[in-house]
């Protein structure tokens, strides 16, 4: 009994096989009546197609990664590109807007130059005096090479800022009127009196020799007289922050100069024209 | 030839009681040769498809193979009753095959069945008794 059921497991899948064999070329031999291919075709397209759309799929989605992995290495090659234009633009939006300040501060400049006879040499400060705490002494980019010669008055468009002290071919040294050493003449606009600013080697000046009579008021409008013959009448220096006593003989004023000595970047010379005058 | 003279004649089916005869005798794995040659040998001389009574040939063949190697097949009434049996798998399978590949059905009419039945059994018998004579006869000789 053991043989015989040996027997039956040895010829059984011969059996199937041999049935399988035959239905193949039986198919082979018939054809679809919609299609017109052979039963066996048609059999083995239907047992396939979903095989080869799984491989298709797997297929395409390799080849959907692969892509999107190159389509990310190119986005953000694109977008460090694109990282590196913003800077630049930045910087040059930086550059636009320091360029249109200093456009506007050359127009001041230039409604300046149409008040007073004087020729108006602009230059830029390059360096202040590093061994102060508030700089007194600028440093600026214009020389005897550019007609700058020393004594020679230095405002912008807001006040006066000081003289010229030293020159050289191509810089020149302007001593500030904050400075200690510096002394200008001064005077009240109203009332029109002279006086003396001088710098106390701070922030702010301070203009005395006003006479006891005259009332000093905080907010009073500093300009100059024009009497030590270097800067010409009339231009704006400060406003009086407060009165304050030196002598019995003379009033003293505490004097805020207009122009930002820790932030001016550029600066006009007066030159006074030829047969012209300070008064 | 001479059979087809008689109408009812040609729905005897030799190759089907050559492939009982054999699987009655031999064991399954030698049936399915046989069955498979001589099935298609009726294929290629009917004109049909190719494959067909090759199918339900073996089908019969190895079915019987197996039931003759655990059953003592020998009394002419179980013949019969075998016979009739096999004939009726060997018709409805390639019935079935036709509807499978949706041809034409391939049925016979009742009367035509009866008539393959009746004459496959008495054939059948007659013809497996007459071999066994003459294959005992041998084996004595």
Same mark, same amino acid.
């Given at each position: ?279 | ?65 197996? =039931?003759?190697? %655990? /059953?003592?097949?020998?009394? *002419?009434?179980? +013949?019969?009753? @075998?016979?009739? $049996?096999?004939? &009726? !798998? ?5 019935? =079935?095959?036709? %509807? /499978?590949?949706?041809?034409? *059905?391939?049925? +016979?009419?009742? @009367?035509?069945? $009866?008539?393959? &039945? !009746? ?23």
């Amino acid at each position: 009994m053991n043989e015989i059921t040996a027997e039956h497991q040895r010829s059984f899948p011969i059996f199937l096989g041999t049935l399988f064999l035959l239905l193949v070329v039986i198919s082979y031999q018939i054809s679809d009546p919609a299609t017109g291919r052979s039963v066996l075709a048609a059999v083995t397209f239907r047992l396939f197609s979903p095989i080869q759309s799984l491989f298709a799929a797997a297929a395409n989605g390799v080849v959907d990664t692969v892509q999107n992995y190159f389509f990310l290495v190119n986005t953000n090659r694109d977008n460090v590109r694109l990282q590196q234009e913003i800077s630049h633009l930045k910087i040059q939006m930086r550059i636009a807007g320091e360029l249109r300040q200093e456009n506007d501060r050359l127009r001041k400049i230039l409604q300046l130059s149409e008040k007073f006879p004087y020729q108006l040499l602009s230059g830029e400060v390059i360096a202040r005096d590093a061994k102060a705490a508030q700089s007194r002494m600028l440093f600026v980019n214009r020389g005897t090479r550019h007609g700058i010669e020393t004594l020679m008055p230095v405002v912008t468009p807001e006040g006066v800022v000081g003289m010229t002290v030293m020159v050289d071919v191509f810089s020149s040294n302007v001593l500030m009127i904050t400075d200690a050493s510096a002394s200008i003449g001064a005077m009240l606009e109203k009332g029109r009196i002279a006086g003396i600013l001088s710098g106390k080697g701070g922030a702010s000046c301070i203009l005395c020799f006003l006479p006891l009579s005259l009332e000093v008021k905080s907010g009073d409008l500093v300009v100059t007289s024009g009497q030590e013959g270097i800067f010409p009448e009339n231009l704006p220096i400060g406003r009086v922050i407060r009165e304050i006593s030196e002598s019995p003989d003379y009033r003293c004023a505490e004097v805020k100069p207009f122009p930002n000595f820790t932030s001016v970047s550029e600066v006009v010379f007066l030159k006074l024209e030829s047969g012209g005058s300070t008064k | 030839m001479i059979l087809t003279r008689f109408d009812w004649f040609q729905n005897l089916d030799l190759f089907l009681l050559l492939n009982i005869y054999i699987a009655l005798n031999t064991a399954p794995l030698p049936c399915i040769p046989v069955a498979l040659v001589s099935g298609l040998i009726q294929d290629a001389f009917s004109g049909g498809i190719i494959g067909m009574n090759a199918f339900s040939k073996t089908v019969v063949a190895y079915f019987i193979a197996v =039931l003759s190697s %655990r /059953l003592m097949i020998k009394h *002419p009434v179980i +013949l019969m009753l @075998l016979v009739a $049996i096999a004939t &009726t !798998v060997d018709l409805l399978a390639i019935h =079935l095959l036709y %509807r /499978l590949f949706s041809l034409p *059905p391939a049925l +016979l009419s009742y @009367l035509a069945f $009866i008539q393959a &039945t !009746v004459l496959n059994m008495v054939v059948g018998v007659l013809g497996f008794h007459i071999a066994e004579r003459v294959r005992t006869r041998m084996e004595y000789a």
